[in-house]
């Protein structure tokens, strides 16, 4: 299982980290406890002490550090250790890793790799639970399946006309015509109409939807829906929307799923309508509708990974809607890649 | 662990396959799945879509096809891909593994080897649950425990005399008195007396029981138990009994053991008296105490599992009553062994 | 994990093994089943019968004997076989380990190495629930962790300040004072004063504690603690009490860990008051205590050993207050380096 290190993976929501209150989770193989500060930082640290290996996402917040409960060694929010109860001196060894850590659009973003390359301006541009523009709903899952399958799955959706025809509506165009997609440096982009789509949750008539979205490094999908009057997409000849083209209905959702092991995954997600074409009403509809897709994605996902696991030899077989798949994985495998060089550099 | 791959083994009961239900299972570490199509053909395919891993088994029987509900690739009843969503060209790779299948004596039979080898007057006699001269009940187990433990219990009738004295009423004679024992092409024969059984469930008076059974490759028990009056085996001298002898009861049983990976197994059972020797409360009674027999085995051989999962290296130290684990054994070892040949040639 | 095979094990507490059934433990990987003969011997035997490895434990005492429930061989006291049911010859091989088992202390023990070298003086003095002097409550934890991690945390009080600062009511003077710290032929003693510590149950004046306990081979710890008027470890200037101080308290406890495989362990305790200095009702108190406390142990320790599960090569960095945890590791690897050169030998 490859990791990207070298990018911002989401923790956890912004409003799950109390102050004062560690939290600890695994990403990508590392042991990670995260905590505001009582001056209002944010810290993240390795969450293995570096006396006897306790977990520090098991101690106790002391004004700007953490204090481990097994034998009381305390933490400066730079990994140091800053007080050993006993012990005069302390050993320069002593200190566990820091990791950048930024709160932005409601996430908590840690950067696993080298500091001195953490960039905030590498966070993808999801929309916060309190952007002023949408309303939106939100949740998490988590997987008992390797991260990739979940990248797969969201770099393609074909899937949508087979596992989703009941929660999302969805009809076999999604299967048989292919989005239009874009290399970006960190990510792929993903441009589609699909024609005559139910419009569901927003009223009988049948619609046009535009879907548009964008897959980054380590896996946040950020996707607008937005919809036409049925009939846009062949006078538009396939082309993309202008911004002057009445729209009946637009969407945004954020997603974010993390490798928590090199089986575990974490799947953070939100989903609601622009303010100018819903209301909270919409938003929990949409709510129930996701909560029955993902669990529809689950399914498939995880019952995929237990045949993976009975035969690990067996490779997949590529069809010509796995372009994003492929485009998405290089572009992963070559990030990987060039972090070992400069690693090693 | 050893499987004979050349031989039919069990899958599910013949009415648990609805038609347009695909029924997943895993084999010998092989996942397969198995669906009856629309025209009532039997198919079994591998459990493995060729696109991303997924199980077909998840998937939708259309007409005499069933498609993989991840990404809508269709597969044909020889394995075949025959569609690929908005692809025009399907690779000549894309085939999963077909299995022969047969459905017979209320089982469904899937052969695991070479089909050119399939035949079907291979699978063993087993009394389906519609036989005419037979009231039967049914049930089935799921074990932890490796296929061949529970092969070397049923080659081996001496520890009714200590895990089944209350379930089945067994008594010592079924450790001191050994049976005939026949080594047939694929299965090995087990015939002997046991004197003075309680006839529990049939009445009072103590009988004379002649069990007489074959374990066949790879897993299957057929066992026809007749009564007679107390003596009869003394006044045979041990010999079989002829025709002609009345007898008071007569029940048979069949069982499959089926190998799903090297650690686990399913167990298939029916059993239930003659028409002329009982009646559906006769074989309700029958099924309570299998029930409780069963139970029995499997704790004392799952228990025999995890001692010996503790240490693999330990060897068993067979004892004469082993004779016909032993030579089931070797019957399983040549076979498979012959398939190696067979495979290399 | 390193196991001292030469010395006294606990298996399980006295009033547990009931005559006539059979106890099964696994201790140090090994298969171990206890149980006391009609006579009133108590016999160890390897849990794994030679015939086809089932577990004994599932078996019946007869007489002076056991006998596998599976196929019906009867082992003696001493782990020969004296019948296998319907087979004249027995082999001589057919013989199951026996360990020298004894029952002291209201603990059965379990000597895992070499018999010809168990010395039933090494077993250490522990207090029995019989005891005329003490009112003893007990219990026992199971833990999803490496005996080590418990021995390390028995070594080392430090963690009181801040693992029970709410059930034993621990200040901080634990993490900050050391003890005195003797280290013996097979255990290390720990000696300290602590200095005005709340009496909690005893009452509400502030009383100097006098914590001295032995930690002996293979995981026993056996602790007396006496309350004096505070000023006494000034007065003494931290001088051990001499018999003639009055005390105002005196309990004693007793603990063995006892390691089941190398992941998991199990933990015996008993505690209460000196029957002169308390009651039944103090004792259902301080069980109440240890039933808190115990359980903040375990979730520290379960989690630290999930942490270094995650990566196994990580090192820990010892503390100054980690001496009586490496003088018991060294003697733990001392006395396993012995055995392993005896056995050579």
Redesign the interface.
Same mark, same amino acid.
């Given at each position: 299982m490859i990791h990207v290190r070298n990018s911002w993976h989401v923790a956890c929501w912004s409003m799950d980290l109390a102050v004062g209150q560690p939290f600890g989770i &695994?990403m990508a193989?590392d042991?990670v406890v995260i905590f505001r500060t009582e001056s209002g930082n944010l810290v993240a640290l390795e969450?293995?002490c570096?006396?006897? %290996? @306790?977990?520090l996402s098991?101690g106790r917040c002391e004004g700007e550090s953490l204090?481990? *409960?097994?034998? /009381? %060694?305390r933490f400066a929010a730079d990994g140091a250790c800053v007080e050993?109860? /006993? $012990?005069d001196i302390i050993?320069a +060894? @002593?200190k566990v890793r820091a990791y950048p850590v930024v709160e932005r659009h409601s996430w908590i973003w840690v950067w696993l790799g080298d500091p001195a390359l953490a960039d905030e301006s590498l966070i993808p541009q999801a929309v916060g639970l309190d952007d002023p523009d949408y309303i939106l709903g939100h949740g998490q899952l988590d997987y008992a399946a390797q991260a990739q399958l979940i990248h797969?799955n969201l770099c393609?959706f074909?899937?949508l +006309?087979?596992?989703h025809p009941a929660s999302f509506g969805a009809t076999?165009e999604w @299967? #048989? &015509?292919?989005p239009r997609i874009t290399q970006l440096p960190r990510a792929v982009r993903f441009e589609r109409w699909v024609r005559e789509q139910s419009r569901g949750h927003w009223g009988g008539e049948l619609v046009d939807a535009w879907s548009s979205y964008e897959y980054h490094v380590p896996g946040i999908l950020l996707m607008q829906t937005a919809s036409y009057a049925a009939g846009t997409a062949d006078m538009l000849n396939d082309a993309a929307p202008t911004p002057d083209l009445p729209r009946t209905g637009v969407t945004f959702t954020s997603q974010a799923v993390t490798a928590l092991?090199d089986s575990t995954s974490r799947y953070f997600f939100s989903w609601g309508p622009h303010r100018d074409h819903g209301d909270e009403a919409l938003r929990d509809t949409l709510m129930g509708v996701a909560g029955m897709a993902f669990a529809e994605d689950k399914? *498939?996902i995880e @019952? $995929?990974q237990?045949?993976?696991d %009975?035969?690990p030899s067996?490779r997949? *077989?590529? +069809? #010509?809607?796995d372009k994003g798949v492929v485009l998405y994985q290089r572009l992963v495998e070559r990030l990987a890649r060039e972090e070992g060089l400069e690693a090693a550099a």
């Open positions: &695994t193989n042991p969450d293995r570096v006396h006897r %290996l @306790a977990p098991l204090r481990c *409960m097994y034998h /009381g %060694l050993i109860p /006993g $012990q050993p +060894a @002593a797969d393609d074909t899937h +006309a087979f596992v076999e @299967a #048989t &015509t292919r092991t399914t *498939m @019952a $995929q237990r045949v993976i %009975l035969d067996r997949v *077989m590529p +069809a #010509t809607f």
